[in-house]
């Protein structure tokens, strides 16, 4: 699988709008892009994906840039349960369908 | 409705023993995944079923570490002769089988080697 590279922490204030980058410059035009994010103690939770178009849901939205060397996760409205360790991660079909995990940002939402 | 259920949440056990974990995968998902986590470390992929397919192995750390997964649905991963290095939190994750469908994690064990 491509590799990503993610800021190591990052801080946001309450309610602000949390933009948390992933770098895949190596990612191939089959891989999708999948961002998890693991609250302490509990296991990762999934919260979207997408190949090349940009996706919303009801937790965020991703933004794929046009080379799709990289992409953007957003958290409109950010609470203080978004604090977490968010992992940006490719995966490619011949990878077996697992996904290989990196180290992820820690978001820290502020009051 | 329900999620992947994994039990049981915590395991405290001596050295040398042998430990079993069940993973209880949401139903109708077709591939289940084990993970590691080791405190303060990232997740370690262990092992992949899919379907009525030979699992992919490739992660298991040693010969002490086992799965099995029945009647495509349940399935337990066993540790024999626990080690210290062993402690750390296994996760379950399944999915509907397709290879771009999101893995949806349980909670975790907690396994400690006193």
């Known amino acids: 699988d491509a590799k990503t590279t993610q800021p190591t922490s990052m801080d946001c204030a309450e309610g602000r709008a949390a933009n948390l980058p992933c770098n895949h410059s190596?990612?191939?035009?089959?891989?999708?892009v999948y961002w998890y994010r693991q609250i302490h103690s509990q296991g990762p939770q999934y919260i979207i994906h997408g190949l090349k178009n940009n996706e919303t849901n009801e937790m965020a939205s991703l933004i794929i840039t046009e080379d799709r060397k990289s992409s953007t996760l957003i958290l409109p409205h950010a609470t203080l349960r978004d604090t977490a360790v968010y992992y940006c991660?490719?995966?490619?079909?011949?990878?077996?369908?697992?996904?290989?995990f990196g180290e992820g940002t820690q978001l820290t939402v502020n009051p | 409705g329900a999620g992947v259920s994994q039990s049981p949440s915590n395991k405290v056990t001596e050295k040398g023993k042998d430990v079993e974990l069940r993973c209880d995968p949401i139903?109708?998902?077709?591939?289940l995944y084990w993970y590691r986590q080791s405190l303060g470390q990232g997740l370690e992929f262990l092992i992949y079923f899919q379907g009525n397919s030979a699992p992919d192995k490739s992660g298991l750390p040693s010969d002490r570490f086992s799965a099995e997964r029945t009647g495509g649905s349940v399935s337990t991963l066993t540790i024999q002769r626990t080690q210290q290095e062993d402690s750390a939190v296994y996760l379950c994750a399944s999915s509907p089988g397709q290879w771009y469908s999101p893995l949806h994690f349980g909670n975790g064990t907690r396994l400690t080697v006193t």
């Open positions: 139903s109708g998902h077709t591939a």
């Open positions: 991660i490719v995966r490619v079909e011949t990878s077996g369908s697992r996904l290989t």
């Open positions: 190596t990612i191939s035009g089959n891989e999708y």
